[in-house]
T-cell receptor
Framework: GEDVEQSLFLSVREGDSSVINCTYT??????LYWYKQEPGAGLQLLTY?????DMKQDQRLTVLLNKKDKHLSLRIADTQTGDSAIYFC????????????FGKGTKLSVKP | DSGVTQTPKHLITATGQRVTLRCSPR?????VYWYQQSLDQGLQFLIQ???????AKGNILERFSAQQFPDLHSELNLSSLELGDSALYFC?????????????FGNGTRLTVT
């Protein structure tokens, strides 16, 4: 069945890089997404990658996609305390945006 | 601010009751989506509307229904509420329906059923 797996927790020191990993199951997923959720807020789209790309960089964020292993990662360079949040990986099923399958989220804690 | 407005922010009600959650999408967005976020199930897609028509259905219970009005706002109706319906309900909107049309989420309505 469809499933997106993420580790639940990650703790890093301020200034270090954070790498959040995700595995997905649907090989037909055309886009893969990373969302950020801060306490008491909705999900904020951080970045997304088309499935024919291996990498996408956007300022401090780098997304790596290994389509063969169905593995997606989000690297945050120079992690700041303001990056503390829950990060969700999501895949689409088929061509419909509505069928977004989310992982359970990785809680990133950044220690000063 | 995503531009998606959800009301109310919090709702406390008793089992067996019925509630209505409201969502105003971003200006110009035609698609509205409803998601449920709970601790055990995570984020679950419920239903999608596009320009007033139902477009896709996910794990939505028969006790739940939704609609999108001509002004594009949407309402999610939850009836015969059970304790297990306690969750955060998110609305999201997007311009279109394709996978290249990212979702923008509201801040959610926290429903507590007692």
């Amino acid at each position: 069945g469809e499933d997106v797996e993420q580790s639940l927790f990650l703790s890093v020191r301020e200034g270090d890089s954070s790498v959040i990993n995700c595995t997905y199951t649907d090989s037909s997923s055309t886009y893969l997404y990373w969302y950020k959720q801060e306490p008491g807020a909705g999900l904020q789209l951080l970045t997304y990658i088309f499935s024919n790309m291996d990498m996408k960089q956007d300022q401090r964020l780098t997304v790596l996609l290994n389509k063969k292993d169905k593995h997606l990662s989000l690297r945050i360079a120079d992690t700041q305390t303001g990056d503390s949040a829950i990060y969700f990986c999501a895949e689409t099923l088929g061509g419909s945006q509505g069928n977004l399958i989310f992982g359970k989220g990785t809680k990133l804690s950044v220690k000063p | 601010d995503s531009g998606v407005t959800q009301t109310p922010k919090h709702l406390i009600t008793a089992t067996g009751q019925r509630v209505t959650l409201r969502c105003s999408p971003r200006s110009g967005d035609l698609s509205v989506y409803w998601y449920q976020q709970s601790l055990d199930q995570g984020l679950q897609f419920l239903i999608q509307y596009y320009n007033g028509e139902e477009r896709a259905k996910g794990n939505i219970l028969e006790r739940f229904s939704a609609q999108q009005f001509p002004d594009l706002h949407s309402e999610l109706n939850l009836s015969s509420l059970e304790l297990g319906d306690s969750a955060l309900y998110f609305c999201a909107s997007s311009v279109g329906t394709g996978v290249d049309s990212p979702l923008h989420f509201g801040n959610g309505t926290r429903l507590t059923v007692t």
